[in-house]
């Protein structure tokens, strides 16, 4: 008898069947029943979820799609597995080790995510920390293998994933993440307190020895070049931009992109303090007590504060806002990761929120709000909050995999980053210090599409610039010109190289996903010439869920 299963039973099959295999992405989209388990990170655990996804890549191309959504959703489907089949079969898998996300942080940032109210969650907390050193040693049996096929990791990730490590560890002064974890298990019984606190030693002793493994076993064994190469290259950038681009035109634009927003940012700092370069209009910023917050709880109630107030007043005006989007957390988030800010989607029954984390250096209390407005908006409403959980909301027309798995760097960071300068034409921003710090992120953005693909494909740096003219980008090369021609913060803009060099291709997914975005709209309002609709596009956009760019462009050119 012929199967009946349509396109949007095998994506939902395969959501269900992954959440199985990899517990840790399971917690991470918000599928409940794996919270007290981990993801198999060995060699053998990667198998096993390529076999999975080829399984359900063979099954959805035999099926022919009934309608308009299951074609949707098959070419999302196909589009987005079959990239991640790509990456597993060049040997990249297994190797992954980079300073923002790669399993060594994967393990240690799910407990964040973790809800923590009665003792059935903490058993799992508990559970579950019993399984990082099996964990960890999975990932240290994947690396020593990509070192055997030639596929390691750069030394320079190497070495700072270390430092996390030490740092989550309680190697460095401060206590230990896993030590903080469990002493907020107040209300449990003695036996699951004791049960909290081994667990956690056992973790951070886990990652002690990680630490301990990455810097006298794997790093010699590292190469100490940190381009990957065109080939490499090229299979990354279209995994995070969902698109087949064309590499140097898109550098060339982002030089072009460069230029228009500086001169832009000029015009904003000549307002703020005449004569000014851009540094030293954000210096008189950064001194001007308006645009001060002390501490972290004062950071942490700004935002909560700033989010809030975008949420109540976008509601009904310029968004279509369901209940269950209104609430949205902001925390800062704990020590040892890279500095800036992420957001966190909200499981499939809202019963966990959206969350804005803040990752700051430790020793920080001052904190300047002039840079992070537009960074509120980008990581809240009307940016990745908005698009994402709205994805989640949508049970009645996306499958699982569309709502919860469909996730791509170019098209839900090109959006964001598109909310940023969208909440600048509704007049969100007619501060001059706020508008220069969402020209900052925007400077900022379009430098890293030029330094991204400069640095990977060793490109050679154009006559015009005023920038090492004629040289080929380097690291050294690329940190200093984000030091000298942007004016984000000097801590932000070294982990920013660092995360460059370990996640090719994903940086420039920002600037190039705005992009697409902008243009999609231009197109929808000439054909809907006075018709258009600008809140009726944003909804129906965002209702279409996650995918990748190629497959934005086609989706929206649908749109009446």
């Not at 359900?56 to 799609?65: F, H, M, N, T, W």
């Not at 990680?210 to 090229?234: C, H, I, M, Q, S």
């Not at 982002?254 to 540094?279: C, H, Q």
Request: with cysteine; net charge negative.
């Amino acid at each position: 008898m012929a199967s009946t299963e349509g396109v949007h039973d095998i994506c939902d099959r395969f959501v269900d069947d992954y959440a199985a295999a990899d517990p840790v992405a399971a917690t991470s989209i918000g599928v409940a029943g794996y919270d007290d388990q981990l993801t198999d990170y060995s060699p053998e655990g990667y198998a096993a979820r390529a076999a999975l996804a080829k399984r359900a890549l063979r099954a959805i191309e035999g099926v022919e799609p009934r309608d308009a959504g299951e074609r949707a959703a098959k070419a999302v489907f196909t589009e987005r597995v079959g990239l991640q089949v790509e990456i597993h079969e060049a040997g990249l898998e297994i190797g992954s080790l980079n300073v923002i996300a790669s399993p060594v942080q994967e393990i240690r940032m799910i407990f964040d995510l973790m809800p923590l109210d009665t003792a059935e969650q903490w058993g799992n907390v508990a559970a579950r920390l019993g399984k990082v050193p099996e964990a960890l040693d999975g990932v240290r049996a994947s690396l020593l293998a990509a070192a055997e096929a030639g596929t390691a990791p750069a030394l320079r990730q190497v070495s700072k994933v270390a430092e996390q490590a030490e740092t989550w560890a309680g190697l460095h002064g401060a206590t230990g993440y896993f030590d903080n974890l469990v002493s907020g298990a107040s209300d449990v019984p003695d036996s699951l307190r004791a049960e909290l606190r081994a667990g956690a030693g056992a973790a951070q002793e886990a990652y002690a020895e990680l630490a301990g493994f990455l810097r006298a076993e794997l790093a010699p064994l590292a190469p100490t070049k940190d381009a990957v190469g065109e080939d490499v290259y090229r299979l990354w950038s279209r995994y995070f931009t969902g698109a087949a681009l064309d590499l140097r035109e898109a550098y060339e634009w982002g030089w072009a992109e460069f230029a228009r927003v500086e001169r832009e940012a000029k015009e904003v700092a000549e307002r703020i303090k005449p004569g000014a370069t851009l540094a030293e209009a954000a210096a008189a910023l950064d001194a001007d007590d308006r645009y001060s917050v002390h501490g972290k709880r004062g950071l942490e109630q700004w935002m909560q504060n700033l989010s809030d107030d975008a949420l109540k007043s976008l509601r009904g005006t310029h968004f279509d806002i369901p209940d269950e989007l209104m609430a949205l957390e902001c925390k800062i988030a704990p020590p040892g990761g890279g500095v800036g800010a992420y957001y966190s989607g909200p499981n499939e029954d809202f019963s966990r929120p959206g969350c804005m984390w803040w990752s700051v250096p430790a020793e920080k209390e001052e904190f300047s709000t002039w840079r992070e407005v537009s960074t509120v908006y980008h990581e809240g409403v009307p940016g990745h909050h908005l698009q994402i959980a709205t994805s989640v909301h949508q049970a009645a027309t996306l499958n699982k995999f569309q709502r919860l798995m469909a996730f791509t760097s170019g098209h839900a960071e090109g959006w964001a980053l598109y909310a940023e300068r969208l909440m600048q034409d509704l007049g969100y921003l007619g501060d001059d210090g706020n508008l220069l710090g969402m020209l900052d992120a925007h400077l900022f953005r379009a430098a890293r599409v030029v330094v991204d693909i400069g640095m990977h494909l060793e490109l050679e740096i154009p006559e015009g610039t005023g920038f090492h003219e004629g040289e080929r980008w380097t690291p050294e090369l690329g940190l200093e010109f984000m030091l000298t021609r942007t004016i984000t913060d000097a801590d932000h803009v070294r982990d920013e190289i660092d995360r460059y060099l370990g996640w090719p291709g994903q940086a420039p997914a920002y600037k190039l996903g705005e992009r697409i975005w902008l243009a999609a709209r231009d197109e929808a309002e000439h054909r809907a010439g006075d018709s258009f609709d600008l809140k009726d596009f944003h909804t129906r956009a965002l209702r279409l869920g996650g995918m990748g760019l190629d497959t934005l462009r086609e989706q929206l050119a649908e749109l009446e």
